[in-house]
């Protein structure tokens, strides 16, 4: 049977269980969506700028731990995309770009719509192809899905020129690809293994630091199995959020910059360190030398360049998180039967509980009548919700105060740009986390900055009834560049007060979505309930005090226990 | 320390680009890098001599392997190798010079390819170092162009 190069790509689409994608049509696309009423299981959501379109397959792909698939044009609709291709590339979010491209003969003479996206995309994806012949677009596709979700996941792009979607071949899709310059390790060496097993018996002071590869892997139940078995206690980054229970007494709180007083000394104290699935990036570490300084340090991770890459650790291991957490799970149930003796851990619980009394996550109440604490609002979010839900954030103090007052109790509720800290991430997101999910709560914590960088995908919303919630923690200020100003910049509030700002409310009815303004404290619950409980898109827009700085803070290049606190 | 690594790669377009664009995206160094195709079909090798300290070196590495369109990375400085480099190097041999350069081109072992009115142009094949060493005996008579390859190498049979 021989099909053109638009219907290779929808047929293959269909074969990989694509049953949503996120695009934008151009001239250069235009013979795919031409196929599309063809391919009615395939289901288009259209956005209104293809930064949107990348997002939301970014968030989809986040929430379901499937790939996510976007479709653009060539030339700007490709480039619209890269903030978004680059966002999931720091985070290794598995997605699949499809770009349009100039047909064939016009490549190089730099045609209408022309860009090198191959050339542009090289350093923010996994890998990315230029499709020259119609009977590689099967194979392409599938090597594509195959990189995209399989070792350290993470964007990948094809680059399709239209002459080649015109073109006829054979289709045959095929089962299993191979490539010789690809093989990534999964299986965790028994020596290895045993020797980690070893270290956490005879720790005193042992920590569990979670990342991202956590969840992508995953595994979460070994972790929380391995964490509740030998009582070890856990802290994760901004990425690894959710893949341990927040509400368990082993858990720490988030490390790092504005991490918890509890996890930054725990970290200090450790001797022996088990990062899995996390890269020691430097929001975490703070200044290296005294990273974990008096630990044994073990590192998990299926990407052998996180290893050694900022810290030297003691045991470098290359495996998949889960396989090898099963196994190190399985040989530590041996050593108990055994009867081999565990170091106590009494005097170190004694010690966090210590320090989480000390200095817990906290704020300054609102003073009576005073303007409304954004911690607060999100901790109300908790409440009504109880925590079932799913959360994007956007970036900045709303996405600090979204991973401080929230307690993450399951992977894949939290959404939000960790490596790469993109300000417009969160809404689109969250939309692609609604299509995936259309009976669950989906909720942007947002910021009245950020909020406007993809505001134009509320027409999206509306369109599809996708009723994402936008909560505004609204301040009139990009906050956390404020923030920085604030403390070390003389005060010097240089073009960050957004005193001019649409009126939100209006501005979500203009679109057809439902709006609502906090001004008090005791509006709160009931407004963000009748939102929660609206059929429809909605934001609600929170005034909160301006001036309200996300605590505790590490300043840049100082030790994680330098902390200000509030 | 110096580094020669040996890196064998799908040849395809975009591949050099890809090899390159990892050491000077992520900083690294490349002092010298040839390419050319192997006996395989679709499959080349590359020669890129590198300077880095352990950390940096065993970075350049994992990121290399990294790459989808690399198939194989070699430390040729981790075993006992063969470099060899070939510069061709075009110098100022007017009357009363010439036989002066040709005794040098005799004691090298290398040979004149190309011969002008007033310039000789020479090949040699070699360690750096002997390339070196020609260019600094050639400075005096006014050297006007060369052309180097950059470092090719190979494990040596017996180790």
Redesign the interface.
Same mark, same amino acid.
């Given at each position: 049977m021989e099909l053109t190069g638009a219907q290779i790509l929808l047929e293959s689409l269909g074969r990989e269980g694509v049953d949503v994608l996120f695009g934008f049509p151009g001239g250069a696309v235009i013979d795919i969506y031409h196929q599309f009423p063809n391919y009615p299981n395939l289901k288009h959501v259209l956005v209104r700028h293809e930064q949107g379109a990348i997002h939301m397959a970014d968030g989809y792909a986040r929430a379901t731990g499937k790939v996510g698939v976007c479709l653009v044009t060539s030339g700007p609709g490709a480039t619209n995309a890269v903030t978004g291709i680059a966002t999931a590339y720091m985070d290794s979010i598995p997605v699949v770009i499809i770009t349009g491209q100039v047909p064939t003969p016009l490549i190089g003479n730099d045609a209408f719509q022309e860009v090198d996206i191959v050339g542009i995309t090289r350093p923010c994806t996994k890998h990315n192809y230029l499709v020259k012949d119609v009977t590689k677009l099967a194979r392409t596709i599938k090597e594509a899905f195959y990189l995209a979700q399989s070792g350290r996941p993470g964007p990948v792009l094809i680059d399709l020129p239209k002459d080649i979607q015109q073109q006829r071949a054979a289709f045959s899709y095929p089962k299993k690809v191979s490539m010789r310059g690809y093989n990534p390790h999964y299986e965790p060496n028994v020596k290895q293994v045993r020797k980690v097993a070893e270290l956490i018996c005879k720790a005193k002071n042992p920590v569990l630091y979670a990342g991202g590869g956590v969840i992508s892997s995953s595994a979460s139940k070994e972790l929380t199995k391995l964490a509740q078995a030998h009582n070890i206690p856990v802290t994760a980054t901004l990425m690894g959020l959710g893949c341990f229970p927040g509400d368990d007494p082993r858990w720490l709180g988030m490390l790092g910059m504005h991490g918890t007083f509890a996890a930054n000394h725990a970290i200090s104290s450790a001797d022996l360190l088990l990062a899995v699935g996390a890269r020691f990036d430097d929001r975490v570490t703070g200044k290296l030398s005294a990273f974990a300084s008096k630990a044994t340090i073990v590192h998990i991770d299926i990407d052998p360049t996180s290893i050694q890459k900022n810290v030297s650790v003691d045991v470098p291991v290359v495996a998949d998180c889960r396989l090898f957490l099963e196994a190190l799970n399985k040989e530590l149930a041996e050593v108990v039967k055994s009867g081999a003796p565990c170091a106590p851990k009494d005097a170190w619980f004694e010690q966090i509980t210590a320090w989480k009394k000390k200095h817990p996550l906290t704020y300054k109440p609102a003073a009576k009548d005073g303007p409304i604490k954004p911690q607060a609002v999100v901790e109300a979010i908790h409440k009504l919700t109880k925590g079932d839900c799913i959360i994007a954030t956007e970036v900045g103090q709303n996405q600090m105060w979204a991973a401080q007052f929230f307690n993450y109790t399951k992977p894949r509720t939290l959404l939000t740009s960790g490596g790469l800290g993109t300000m417009g991430y969160g809404f689109p997101a969250a939309i692609g986390a609604q299509a995936a999910f259309p009976e669950k709560l989906v909720i942007d914590v947002a910021g009245d900055g950020s909020i406007q960088m993809c505001i134009q995908e509320l027409a999206t919303a509306v369109a599809y009834n996708l009723p994402v919630k936008i909560v505004i923690l609204n301040n009139g200020y990009l906050g956390m560049v404020r923030q920085w100003q604030e403390l070390f910049y003389d005060r010097n509030y240089c073009n960050t007060c957004l005193d001019v700002a649409p009126d939100f409310v209006k501005l979500a009815e203009a679109y057809g979505a439902d709006g609502f303004r906090v001004k008090k404290a005791e509006d709160m619950e009931a407004t963000l309930k009748a939102a929660f409980a609206s059929p429809k898109p909605c934001i609600v827009d929170v005034l909160v005090d301006p001036e309200e700085n996300v605590y505790p803070m590490v300043p840049a290049g100082k030790s994680i226990t330098e902390m200000i606190l509030v | 320390m110096r580094h020669i690594l040996s890196i064998l $790669?799908?040849n395809e377009?975009?591949v050099l680009?890809?090899v390159s664009?990892l050491f000077s995206?992520r900083g690294f160094n490349i002092e010298t890098l040839n390419v050319a195709p192997t006996l395989e079909d679709g499959v080349s090798i590359m020669t890129i001599t590198t300077v880095g300290d352990e950390?940096i070196i065993?970075?350049i590495i994992?990121?290399l392997?990294?790459?989808?369109? $690399?198939?194989k990375v070699v430390d040729l400085t981790e075993v006992k190798n063969v470099e060899r480099e070939m510069m061709l190097l075009k110098v100022s041999a007017e009357d009363g010079k010439r036989a002066e350069i040709l005794r040098i081109v005799d004691v090298f072992r290398c040979k004149v390819v190309d011969v002008g009115f007033d310039e000789l142009t020479i090949e040699i094949t070699g360690t750096q170092d002997k390339l070196s060493a020609l260019i600094n005996l050639m400075q005096r008579f006014g050297i006007k162009e060369i052309a180097r390859t950059g470092a090719v190498a190979m494990r040596r049979s017996m180790q």
């Open positions: - | $790669v799908e377009p975009g680009s890809r664009g995206g950390q065993e970075q994992k990121q392997r990294k790459l989808v369109t $690399v198939i």
